[in-house]
């Protein structure tokens, strides 16, 4: 299986986003992922459609917007017109959300849904063959430089069987305190796309994070010390 890795901005120097969006793509970076965040849903506030669509203009590897906002549905239409080539909305601000997913399939935009940590992988269930990918989240969402939450594993393999039971091959992305300590136990639990900021962003060189990043997401799972 490939492993996709997605360096979020969130953790870049938001006065430079040109040069930190070139540096993941030097590494090898295969998504930009773009935390949107509305200060209501989460408590934090960042971007918006312009600076999507600059960063738009600036990469030439595919966007992946989260958002983090509450009625996504308002803003569909203008990240998909900024550029946005996945755009995921979090299930518990969605109360429609078969007709939010097809919403952004209608601008040939991939789909996706993200679950909070303590949001049960059951409720993806009725939609679970008509998604492009899950964001698991790992973190509480709101900001960067967070501790992976012990058990995210799991949840990740209950994701992974969740869209096989329902014929769905769609990947998982995973979002939130991924580094090269936990990237090869993530995809060994099933996850495809490794979300990183701080792993990448908060170090001096973030091409070579990426490529440090790819490489443990790739190697084989350490035992752990309890299987000695
Ligand atoms: C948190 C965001 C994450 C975050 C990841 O709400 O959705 O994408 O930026 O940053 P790290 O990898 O530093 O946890
Ligand atoms: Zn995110």
Do not use: W
């Not at 408590?43 to 312009?50: C, D, K, M």
């Not at 269930?125 to 790992?138: G, P, Q, R």
């Not at 979300?195 to 084989?220: C, E, K, Q, S």
Request: charged residues 20%.
């Amino acid at each position: 299986m490939s492993v996709r890795i997605a360096p979020s901005i969130l953790s870049a120097d938001f006065a430079a986003l040109g040069t930190a969006v070139a540096a993941a793509e030097a590494g090898g970076a295969d998504l930009i992922h773009v935390d949107v965040m509305d200060g209501h849903f989460v408590p934090n506030l960042t971007i918006g459609p312009p600076v999507v669509a600059s960063l738009h203009r600036a990469a030439t590897v595919p966007l992946d917007a989260h958002l983090m906002i509450t009625d996504p549905d308002r803003y569909i239409d203008r990240f998909a017109d900024a550029g946005a080539a996945a755009i995921s909305v979090h299930v518990e601000t969605t109360p429609h959300l078969h007709r939010t997913l097809e919403h952004i399939r209608s601008h040939a935009v991939r789909a996706g849904v993200a679950l909070n940590p303590a949001t049960a992988v059951s409720t993806l269930s009725e939609v679970a063959a008509d998604l492009d990918f899950v964001l698991v989240m790992t973190v509480n969402p709101g900001f960067g430089g967070q501790k992976f939450i012990p058990g995210s594993d799991a949840k990740i393999a209950r994701v992974r069987r969740l869209l096989d039971e329902a014929g769905n091959r769609a990947p998982i992305e995973v979002d939130g305190g991924v580094d090269c300590g936990n990237a090869a136990r993530v995809v060994d639990a099933g996850a495809e796309i490794l979300v990183a900021g701080a792993a990448i962003f908060g170090t001096p060189d973030a091409a070579a994070a990426v490529r440090a990043l790819r490489a443990a997401a790739t190697a084989p799972v350490r035992a752990t010390v309890a299987e000695g």
